[in-house]
């Protein structure tokens, strides 16, 4: 939406819709809805209205300070020229077309929200705001739509053990038989939950870390697929709390070893035609589809400010631990930050995508799908050229065939992703001067504060935060 496009709230239909919802919910016996967001840091934010207020919430929205697009994930603020001061409101208008009764939540309603000034107009760092302009620009300038979805990893603990320390809930080994054994009732109300919510589950399964899931859901427009990632890990969360275990979703739990991910899978169409299949470019990419993969190839440094936004990334964002922390590409190359998707023979037309690899979730999941859509229309307007595939693991490379190729390191470390994040006109038009503001600002202030923390250190100062 721009600056003069309607609001969500305060319309005649959305008010007489929202009485109406409210009176069902009361049926079902559902007394408070849950108004939920996410802010720059990537932390889940909410406020809650009885039932009873759902309907002035849709006509006028529910108070919020702006302060919280420069809040840290420790809950600390730092300020740009436009936000952090304790000055201003805005307003939180639910998105009734996803409201959802929580199944693990008996009681409880949810339902994202854009974010309104006061005066009626898009809050500059409403993140939901961003991807739907980012997708309606791709529409009206391309006629191109896009099919996405964020895969949701997680490690389990006991509830209340070793205060903060991480204490797998689960021992069996990595995709084991055991470990999904031993997690077998709470991942049976975990999915009955989703099934109730209307969530299309694909996968779900032991993976690769201690005490770590993953649950893979189905493709949906941009938008959407980031309501659900917020959705998912709510109801994850509930479920797990009724079992007396606690989760993480942080990008890693303790200094050493693979983290956990929150890849992202996209793909782009026109008149129900998927781009990424059936053309005579490589493994059936259109020429489309190679210049979209190309743009996001050249926008991966800066992208990470985005992806990969906590000092905990950093731990996770290491080679040979399919992370993909290379500007490379290949079919199903788990070592490429970028993974060709073909999908099975006989499915193709409809299963192939573009996987982005150096994602956690740690990210606002609005935010980074914004910033990957920019960075790939940049390429298809351009009409980049996608450079030669990377097979095996990227780190193995040497000096020249990896110059030869155009294959860089990622930024190691938080403000060498601020500093392409900078020097990226694209991403940052793309997000808007406020908002790109607030993202160098929470970033910068995240790497403060991990100064002097080792890498247990960091794992532990972050290990609760997502």
Known sequence: MSESDPVPGGRPGDIERATALSGELTGQGVHGVVLAYVDTAGIARVKTVPTAKLAPAAAWGVGMSPVFDTFLADDSIVTTDVL??????????PDLDRLTVLAAQPGWAWAPVDRITQEGAPHPACGRTVLRRTVAKAAA???????AAVEIEWVVAREGTDGDAFVPAVSGPAYGAARQVELSDCAADLLAALAAQGVDVEQF?????AGQFEVSVGAL???????HSVLVRQTIRAVARRHGLRVSFAPAIVG?????????????WRDGTNLHAGGTGRYGMTAEAESFVAGVLGHLPALTAMTAPSPASRLRLRPSQWAGVFTAWGRETREAALRIVTGTTGVRDRAANLE???VDLAANPYLALASVIAAGLDGLSASAPLPAETTGDPARLGADESAARGVRRLPV???????????????????GPVLADAV?????????????????????AYRWKY
């Open 84 to 93: 952090g001061s304790p000055d201003g409101d805005l307003r939180l208008y």
């Open 141 to 147: 300038r391309h006629g191109i739509t896009f099919r």
């Open 205 to 209: 399964h032991p993976e690769y870390a």
């Open 221 to 227: 427009d941009p938008v959407a697929a980031a309501d």
């Open 256 to 268: 050493q070893g693979v983290g956990n991910g929150g890849h992202l899978h996209l793909s782009a």
């Open 356 to 358: 982005v690899k150096p």
């Open 413 to 431: 470390t938080l403000t060498e992703s601020v500093e392409a994040f900078r020097a990226d006109g694209v991403l940052r038009e793309a997000l």
């Open 440 to 460: 160098i600002a929470v970033r910068l202030g995240e790497a403060r504060s991990a100064e002097g923390l080792d890498d247990d250190g960091v794992a532990a």
